[in-house]
């Protein structure tokens, strides 16, 4: 039976702040990063005071690239946060989109009126290659870990994999690094925005095949932070509160190998006629990413995706993600998120790719450039997307990027997803302009 | 068999060394304590407290940890960043999926079989995802077909000097799920989906999952 949250109260998010992503933030640790997101936040909503913040939920998702335990608590204390309540949110890639849901759930069962979000992450403490033998950890240290030992390896094998039994091509990836890139060209967010071409990403230095280097997003330093709130502190200190109006989470099995073969999980506006003859998610699809797309989307009561959703910020930490993301959350069918993904629907209608695109853009996918244009310091990630989110709601992306680009036309509901370590942890969260 | 004694015999050597790390851990906090001795030693230089110490040297000036030698790495000012070094052993236990490891040893490819529902599975599992009964172990066929792969180019660091490298997962007939493996001797260009491979196994176990890899089959 899917729950639809009926019971909760309403809970909405009033204001954001993220620092900029970068390779490395030398001048300030996260405890910093931290603050100058929160304070960004604050500085959105005036009226709100520390005093009427109940409590804080922090996440970052590495305790090696940290070398801190308990960095949860420091910035709680930095903050000016103690003795309120708060606890560490950890969940891989995901550890951003959980922790937003976290936040939700302290106001939604009326044990805080007003809870921060805060996430980082500091990835440049290591070398790249330290970095992502930590990353890997997050891989089964008996059977995966020294085998792979690489997580750009196993998205390497899982689009493989899709491209087999879709016809997905490196073309239609590179459209996705494309798209992302040259949206964060109006981000100043963004740590890495670039204006490519198909050959750019294709002929990048190799990593894992089919994934070049421009198929992958980069490790980065930064922090981001979301004021959540119930129905009371939203409409005294907030003009434009965006609701929350539906999250959903999903899992699978840890090891790659054991993903079963099974039925496709169905959302309202598929059948089983859609999926004859395929066997589901096996290593080509994320199971968790529908599974939460479909908790998500029978809350806030969604019947069809493709025509009730204005924009989505998604978990591209590799082209081929994306490709695979679109389908779990049912923007097309599984086996078209290729064709669908480099066709047009999901691009900006106003920023130049150098592309011919045969589709007019429907529902833009990484509008503010993705990770793979704006950087993954994982902890934090996914709240960054819930920024990006809140801004395009309530129609403010101009004032905070300074540039009106990309704004999404009268966005009313958006989608923010945040996957963590080949689909493990998986969740979509549901925003509404009220 | 010669390989299975052997294997027991390191077994029961680092059991054994396990026994002895123990005690060096409780050499080491004696030592602990024995070396935070040495400081207010040398910091007396030559009596037995700082309190000894100011009073023979007369005042406060007396009071004085000792110079080393170690500096810091340093990359920077401002801020001032540094090298700060950190290692550590584990001593890990593959508990319940032990005998899998055994095998390798013995040329042996396990998987685990649900004894309720009847589930196979090629990566071990001691119970079973689907119904949570508990498994049997199951040998695998030694011949499969690549489910997927890559080359890998890069790597964690503690595999760089491995690349490149191209994994697979690999399918057996009868079987539920798939295994993770390394696949040698076939160019990267060369690899596709669906070829036939058959396991081989290192001589000389290193009971870590890379006993096992695929080759070509036939």
């Not at chain 1, 089919?210 to 409409?235: F, K, Q, W, Y």
Request: charge should be negative; proline fraction near 5%; charged fraction near 20%.
């Amino acid at each position: 039976m899917t729950k639809t949250g009926a019971f909760s109260r309403p809970v909405y998010i009033i204001a954001g702040g993220i620092t900029k992503f970068a390779k490395a933030h030398p001048g300030m640790d996260f405890r910093l990063m931290c603050k100058e997101a929160f304070d960004y936040a604050m500085a959105d909503v005036p009226t709100l005071t520390v005093d009427m913040i109940d409590g804080s939920s922090l996440s970052y998702f590495s305790d090696h690239f940290t070398r801190q335990l308990m960095a949860g608590i420091m910035v709680h204390d930095y903050l000016g946060l103690c003795p309120k309540p708060s606890r560490r949110i950890e969940g891989g890639g995901a550890t951003g989109g959980l922790n937003l849901q976290n936040a939700y759930q302290e106001v939604a069962s009326g044990r805080m009126d007003c809870c921060v979000a805060v996430g980082f992450e500091t990835m440049s403490r290591v070398s790249t290659w330290k970095g992502n033998e930590f990353i890997a950890l997050a891989s089964d240290t008996n059977f995966d870990f020294p085998v792979g030992g690489f997580y750009t390896g196993y998205y390497a094998m899982m689009v493989r994999r899709h491209m087999h039994e879709f016809g997905t091509t490196v073309e239609q990836m590179a459209r996705v690094s494309i798209k992302n890139h040259a949206n964060a060209l109006h981000n100043p967010y963004a740590q890495f925005p670039a204006r490519l071409t198909v050959d750019d990403v294709r002929s990048a230095e190799m990593v894992a095949t089919p994934l070049t280097m421009l198929d992958i997003c980069t490790m980065s330093d930064g922090a981001a932070c979301l004021i959540v709130a119930g129905e009371e502190v939203a409409e005294r200190v907030c003009d434009h509160p965006v609701r929350i109006t539906g999250i959903g989470t999903g899992t699978d099995a840890m090891r790659m190998a054991d993903r079963p073969h099974g039925d496709v999980i169905l959302l309202p506006h598929e059948s089983a006629a859609d999926y004859a003859g395929l066997r589901y998610p096996g290593v080509h699809s994320f199971r968790a990413g529908r599974m939460a797309a479909k908790l998500a989307y029978a809350m806030a009561g969604i019947g069809d995706p493709r025509e009730e959703i204005d924009f989505v910020e998604l978990h591209d930490a590799y082209t081929s993600s994306e490709i695979q993301t679109v389908e779990d959350l049912g923007l097309c069918l599984y086996g078209e998120g290729g064709p669908y993904s480099a066709g047009g629907a999901t691009f900006m209608p106003n920023v130049d790719y150098g592309l011919e695109l045969p589709v007019t853009p429907r529902v833009p996918v990484n509008p503010s450039g993705g990770l793979l244009a704006c950087g993954h310091p994982v902890g934090a990630t996914g709240l960054m997307q819930g920024v990006f989110a809140l801004w395009q709601l309530q129609g403010t992306t101009a004032k905070h990027l300074g540039d009106p680009t990309l704004q999404v036309r009268n966005a009313r509901r958006g989608l923010i997803h945040s996957h963590a370590g080949t689909g493990t942890y998986v969740t979509v969260t549901i925003l509404e302009r009220p | 068999m010669a390989g299975r004694d052997k294997s027991r015999a390191e077994v029961g050597a680092e059991g054994s060394a396990g026994r002895m790390s123990r005690a060096e851990a409780g050499a080491k906090s004696s030592a602990g304590r024995t070396s935070r001795a040495e400081v207010g030693a040398r910091g007396s230089t030559g009596g037995v407290g700082p309190g000894r110490a100011g009073a023979d040297k007369g005042g406060a000036a007396g009071h004085k940890l000792p110079e080393t030698l170690e500096g810091s790495i340093l990359y920077n000012l401002d801020p001032i960043i540094l090298k700060w070094h950190w290692e550590v052993d584990y001593v890990h236990s593959y508990a319940q999926d032990s005998p899998f490891f055994a095998g390798l040893s013995q040329q042996k490819l396990l998987g685990s079989r649900c004894a309720a529902c009847g589930y196979v599975y090629a990566t071990p599992r001691s119970h079973c995802m689907e119904c949570g009964a508990p498994t049997a172990w199951y040998e695998l066929p030694r011949e499969g077909r690549i489910h997927t792969f890559t080359t890998c180019y890069y790597g964690g660091e503690a595999f760089l000097e491995e690349t490149p490298f191209t994994l697979v997962l690999v399918e057996f007939d009868g079987v539920d799920t798939l295994f993770l493996s390394r696949l040698v001797g076939v160019e990267a260009e060369e690899v596709r989906i669906g070829m036939p491979v058959t396991a081989r196994f290192l001589r000389n176990s290193k009971f870590r999952a890379t006993d096992v890899y695929f080759v070509p089959a036939g």
